[in-house]
């Protein structure tokens, strides 16, 4: 080759139909979604009330079998507000939370609504780690973990 | 009783943002770089390890071509769907055991898609991916814990990315050779609060390869061998709600073993160089802690007291790190190049004086929500 020659790039695109199979816990977790009930799973061993719920606890390896009903209400524990935008992921800005259910011991991540987001700067001052927050439920609930459109700061 | 294992090569290619290779020409440009280093010709090896993230390369599996570009044909071989470190490791592992004498690792870094893009795909369908959930977020939500728990300022996270940055500036291999200052840092774009633009690193392309030896052959290889004295890794729990999100984990229990074997009771005294996976500013406070050189909460001080500096008692990231320099799916191999090159005297301008006992880190994981695996190698001069 004497000359340099153009790089030649060619398109591609990956868009592959899949079928998420939810398995034994995680279809109870969404059909009581479906029905405005939030459940988890306590280990017959640590005792923590683990969410979302798992077949096992990874740190005892028991199986898991014990469902409980935890709350509606919980503690914000971390968050992030996505200001950049993303092929493939929602609209900036969102705002996706870890948050504590009462009587759980593990955070559920979620969204967090009604909250302005647009400025950086407000945002952070009302987004309070330790802050109590609600969930709010979809009208249409499909069985899925968005039938909580999202958490919102307790009034 | 095992057999000590040396690096005896090191390769490791111009790193840059431009996809102007085919992804496995980097391990082959690596691998060649590394085998000339070590004075080897392909039929020196005994056993290749390749790496890297599929998605990045566009393909599944990337194996395809990665163990032929290391030169892995017919050999005992295998590929890592992890960073490039965990190649280091497994090598390591097939020396120590002698059932080998020479071993090639290699890790390419590529852009065939945004990683963020193609991160999004990796998180748990049914749970948290419609939320959307990316490799970024989820740092950002550890970034956030971190700062809130212990109450670092923006300034004091900044710092980590002004040293950095100023190191990678003195670097020639780095892909990122410009310094910024902290007003810079604060004033760049939030990505995904608390990080903006310049606490994120770039992705970057590019190959890295490394030669391991046995004892006997590392003495016949090489008069500058460097010692793998300490190595360990671990992982955490995939989800992010089960586990202490202020601190790193998984790289507190790699580094505990890799302490142990090399026995080391005070990093901070017995240790000259380091080189963390610094995949945002944040996570090298957070490694500081977990690595046992700050208390909890105490890694913002440390930095601003200097010691981590290039000129400090335990200069961290003197290549400018992560942050100047991000192969994703071999950057935790590229901090394994970096500590061998220091430990030889052959770093060049980012040469720190003199070190005997340098400390690599790799987020083994490179896909992982919330740098959740991680390795650590302790490395020693001859």
Excluded at chain 1, 93 to 117: F, M, N, R, T
Excluded at chain 2, 138 to 150: D, H, K, R, T, W
Aim: glycine share 10%; net charge negative; with cysteine.
């Amino acid at each position: 080759m004497t000359q340099e020659e153009e790089i030649i790039v060619i398109p591609g695109r990956w868009d592959l139909p899949f079928r998420h199979t939810a398995g034994r816990v995680a279809s109870r977790f969404f059909h009581g979604l479906k029905a405005k009930r939030i459940l988890a799973l306590r280990c017959p061993r640590c005792q923590r009330v683990l969410m979302p719920p798992r077949p096992f606890c990874e740190r005892c390896f028991q199986p898991l079998d014990d469902w409980v009903e935890v709350g509606q209400q919980g503690t914000l524990e971390a968050f992030t507000i996505c200001y950049a935008r993303f092929t493939g992921l929602p609209d900036p800005p969102y705002c996706l939370i870890l948050v504590k259910l009462d009587g759980a011991d593990s955070a559920l991540q979620h969204l967090l609504g009604e909250v302005a987001l647009e400025d950086v700067q407000s945002a952070t001052q009302r987004i309070q780690i330790g802050m109590r927050l609600e969930a709010l439920w979809r009208e249409e609930r499909e069985g899925g973990i968005k039938d909580i459109k999202y958490f919102r700061p307790v009034a | 009783m095992s057999t000590r294992v040396a690096v005896v090569g090191i390769g490791q290619t111009a790193y840059r943002a431009a996809a102007d290779h085919l992804y496995h020409e980097h391990d082959y440009e690596a691998a060649r770089l590394a085998l000339a280093d070590a004075g080897l010709d392909r039929g020196d090896v005994d056993t290749v390890i390749t790496s890297g993230w599929d998605a990045v390369d566009g393909r599944t599996i990337s194996d395809m071509h990665t163990v032929m570009s290391a030169g892995g044909y017919l050999k005992d071989a295998s590929h890592v769907g992890e960073d490039g470190i965990m190649a280091l490791a497994y090598a390591y592992l097939r020396l120590a055991a002698g059932l080998f004498d020479v071993a090639l690792v290699s890790g390419h870094g590529h852009a065939e898609s945004s990683f963020e893009t193609v991160s999004s795909i990796v998180f748990d369908p049914l749970f948290v991916r419609p939320l959307g959930e990316s490799h970024l977020v989820s740092l950002a939500l550890q970034a956030s814990a971190y700062v809130q728990g212990y109450g670092i300022s923006d300034e004091q996270v900044a710092r980590v990315v002004v040293k950095n940055r100023r190191n990678g500036a003195a670097n020639p291999s780095a892909h990122l050779r410009s310094a910024v200052t902290a007003e810079e840092v604060l004033a760049s774009a939030p990505v995904c609060y608390p990080l903006r633009a310049l606490h994120c690193p770039p992705q970057s392309v590019g190959g890295v390869a490394l030669i391991l030896g046995s004892e006997e052959a590392a003495r016949r290889i090489t008069s500058k061998p460097v010692w793998i004295s300490g190595i360990g890794w671990a992982i955490d729990s995939y989800d992010l709600g089960s586990k202490d999100m202020t601190r790193l984990g998984s790289l507190a229990a790699a580094a505990e073993r890799a302490y142990r074997m090399s026995g080391i009771t005070d990093p901070l005294e017995q240790l000259d160089v380091a080189e963390v996976h610094d995949i945002t500013a944040f996570h090298e406070l957070m490694a500081y802690e977990a690595l046992s050189l700050a208390p909890e909460g105490g890694a913002a001080r440390l930095l601003e007291e200097g010691t981590t500096d290039r000129a400090g008692k335990l200069p961290v990231n003197s290549s400018g790190g992560v942050l100047c320099t991000n192969l994703y799916g071999a950057a935790g191999l590229v901090r394994a190049a970096e500590a061998a090159l220091q430990l030889r005297g052959e770093a060049g301008p980012r040469q720190v004086a003199a070190p005997r006992r340098a400390l690599a880190h790799g987020m083994s994981a490179p896909s992982g929500a919330a740098a959740r695996s991680d390795c650590v190698v302790v490395l020693e001069g001859g």
